[in-house]
T-cell receptor, first 115, second 114 residues
Framework: GESVGLHLPTLSVQEGDNSIINCAYS??????FIWYKQESGKGPQFIID?????DKRQGQRVTVLLNKTVKHLSLQIAATQPGDSAVYFC??????????????FGKGTHLIIQP | NAGVTQTPKFRVLKTGQSMTLLCAQD?????MYWYRQDPGMGLRLIHY???????AKGEVPDGYNVSRLKKQNFLLGLESAAPSQTSVYFC?????????????FGPGTRLTVL
């Protein structure tokens, strides 16, 4: 089946800088994308989502950009803080026929915040 | 409101042993999911349920069985554990299966099969 993947397994940034985490997807039928944050020893936590009819969506300190032409998704975190250290997953959902078959996750990017 | 809870948190099994992982949610969600997470990989869907009494296979269902006898509970069973099933297991639930409906995850169960 088609999969969602990430460009970099580890990203190290200075505290206070902006972070950009990238994700490539291959399923052209994907119509919904989510970014999850997973802290050590915990389950994934929803950060922000975007539908395929949008190019950009903003939340609190986070922005998701979607480029459907090149099938690319990115998560921007502004003014990173120590609490942002985690593994970030992109996930996609492309349901046909109304079936609920869960999410397809990328491998994850480990964001490390340097003091 | 506890959200999604999982028991146990940790378990060590010997090859061939059986066990059941329990997932419970108190949000009255219809949909529930079981994922596994292996090192360096994203979560993969094992089985899911769209309502009480229903179950369906996900991406990696072999070696697992599930049951949804009550709406709030979703059980994942391993009849004969194998070392390849060493993983962290996450349960999730959502109100419906509609696009945009957030999945809420439990804290995970770390299973080691020797």
């Amino acid at each position: 089946g088609e999969s969602v993947g990430l460009h970099l397994p580890t990203l190290s940034v200075q505290e206070g800088d902006n972070s950009i985490i990238n994700c490539a997807y291959s399923n052209s039928a994907s119509d919904y994308f989510i970014w999850y944050k997973q802290e050590s020893g915990k389950g994934p936590q929803f950060i922000i989502d975007i539908r395929s009819n949008m190019d950009k969506r903003q939340g609190q300190r986070v922005t998701v950009l979607l480029n459907k032409t090149v099938k690319h998704l990115s998560l921007q975190i502004a003014a990173t803080q120590p609490g942002d250290s985690a593994v970030y997953f992109c996930a996609e959902n492309s349901r046909s026929g109304g079936g609920a078959d869960g999410l397809t996750f990328g491998k994850g990017t480990h964001l490390i915040i340097q003091p | 409101n506890a959200g999604v809870t999982q028991t146990p948190k940790f378990r060590v099994l010997k090859t061939g042993q059986s066990m059941t992982l329990l997932c419970a949610q108190d949000m009255n969600h219809e949909y529930m999911y079981w994922y596994r997470q292996d090192p360096g990989m994203g979560l993969r869907l094992i089985h899911y349920s769209v309502g009480e009494g229903t179950t369906a296979k996900g991406e990696v269902p072999d070696g697992y069985n599930v049951s949804r006898l009550k709406k709030q509970n979703f059980l994942l069973g391993l009849e004969s554990a194998a070392p390849s099933q060493t993983s962290v297991y996450f349960c999730a639930s959502s109100y419906s299966g509609a696009i945009g409906d957030e999945q809420f995850f439990g804290p995970g169960t770390r299973l080691t099969v020797l």
